[in-house]
């Protein structure tokens, strides 16, 4: 069992907010029931029933922290593989570098002190920091840990939790850094994740991690970053609640441009809290994200998304163009299958990730091809699904437009441009 998990469960509902156990919820969004948004298929399954879930987004009265009840086991959704490949992404790369550096110079003081990383994927981050303190990488994914340690980095393949933190403990000793990008929105029983840490973090440690900000979501985000495997959208308010909950204290935020927009938080037992703490919560207040009107606001937009986008898309087949889709990312999945979009709008789609080329999208069975495929089919429209990378793309695919082609730009409002 893990995850509370019966082996046999494809997925279950809670009743109750994960963050505060309240049970007094606003039903934000109804997205339906899709299939998980990482599941292509190859052309022998297309026949075959998918495997589909709720996609409902809630907003906790109590607590105020956005979430999904709906969760779908972590083997369901990662099967044990994980392909998401830190060191591929440039820009994030860069981004790990600099936060290596700033939290050696903040926060490292001698080689002993231990820095640990829960989900640290192919080790980009602790790799940087290797040589100043020792380093300990806890992920799950089996081909991602033996990555990280062929690059010198110690791993461990396990999911983080208060049992896992007891043991490191035994062994490591107390963690002077803990980070966490990325992957507090993707666990269930958060709570007990902060439980290890609490337990771990040195009186004078420090904890600090990534999660993108509910704030981004409703505003520029972008309804399609709500898939299956991210179950919360954090505020800082509802963070606050959470980790009010344990000896520890959020000393500290701000704002990095990672998926749009994310925050970085910095937690402690005994640090003076800065005055960014109480501006930033302030600063969400002022935005009403504590309430349930921000949330309401943002469901009508969506729902106006929808059908502006799916009537542009249909008024352009009604005039005989053709339409490919652009980049097969996991947010294109729910926009898809949202928008019911099918292969009698797009023809395919091309996505340069060669292990996406030759399989169809989940729900939708839309084929994804090389881009190669791509000007061969001499589309009107090009279809960004890739949205978040419209200014690189773009500009990469200038002659297109030269000739007279056009991107649709589905989110957060539908644009040709
Ligand atoms: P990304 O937003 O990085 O990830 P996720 O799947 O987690 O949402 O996905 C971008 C996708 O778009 C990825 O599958 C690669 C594809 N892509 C292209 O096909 N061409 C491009 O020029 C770019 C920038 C991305
Ligand atoms: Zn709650």
Redesign the pocket.
């Known amino acids: 069992m893990r995850q509370g998990f019966k082996e046999m469960d494809n997925f279950k509902h809670r009743n109750d907010?994960r963050?505060?156990g309240?049970s007094d919820f606003f039903k934000i969004l109804d997205l339906g029931e899709m299939p998980p948004a990482n599941a292509f298929l190859k052309k022998e399954d297309l026949d075959k029933p998918e495997l589909k879930f709720p996609l409902v987004l809630y907003f906790?009265r109590?607590?105020g922290?956005v979430q999904l009840l709906d969760i779908v086991n972590p083997k369901v959704l990662f099967g044990g593989q994980y392909d998401y490949l830190t060191s591929a992404s440039k820009p994030l790369v860069e981004h790990f570098r600099e936060m290596a550096g700033e939290l050696v110079r903040k926060f490292v003081e001698s080689q002993d002190d231990l820095a640990l990383e829960i989900g640290g994927n192919d080790g980009t981050l602790l790799h940087e920091m290797k040589n100043r303190c020792r380093v300990l990488n806890i992920d799950p994914a089996v081909n991602m840990t033996e990555l990280s340690q062929k690059r010198g980095v110690p791993s461990i393949s396990r999911f983080f939790s208060s049992e896992t933190a007891e043991e490191i403990l035994k062994e490591y000793g107390m963690a002077k850094v803990i980070v966490a990008n990325n992957v507090t929105a993707h666990i269930d029983d958060i709570k007990d994740v902060f439980k290890g840490v609490e337990a771990l973090l040195s009186d004078d440690g420090v904890f600090v991690f990534e999660a993108h900000w509910v704030g981004n979501l409703i505003g520029d985000g972008g309804f399609d970053q709500i898939y299956h495997e991210h179950l919360s959208y954090y505020s800082l308010t509802a963070l606050k609640y959470l980790i009010g909950q344990f000896g520890l204290k959020i000393f500290d935020v701000e704002l990095v441009p990672v998926h749009g927009e994310s925050l970085r938080v910095y937690v402690g037992k005994n640090r003076e809290v800065g005055s960014e703490v109480g501006n930033f919560l302030t600063r969400e207040k002022e935005m009403g994200l504590d309430k349930e009107a921000a949330y309401a606001d943002f469901s009508e937009k969506v729902l106006k998304n929808k059908k502006d986008a799916v009537g542009l898309l249909s008024d352009i087949k009604k005039n005989g163009k053709k339409i490919i889709g652009y980049g097969a990312p996991a947010k294109g999945n729910t926009l898809l299958n949202y928008f019911g979009i099918t292969g009698e709008t797009l023809d395919f789609i091309t996505d340069t990730t060669p292990t996406k080329q030759g399989l169809y999208t989940p729900g939708s069975h839309i084929p994804v091809y090389p881009p190669e495929k791509l000007f061969e089919a001499k589309p009107d429209y090009l279809l960004l699904l890739a949205w978040n990378y419209a200014d690189a793309i773009i500009k990469k695919e200038a002659g297109f437009r030269e000739k007279g082609g056009k991107f649709i730009i589905p989110v957060p409002e539908v644009k040709i441009v």
């Open positions: 907010c963050i505060c309240g906790c109590k607590c922290l």
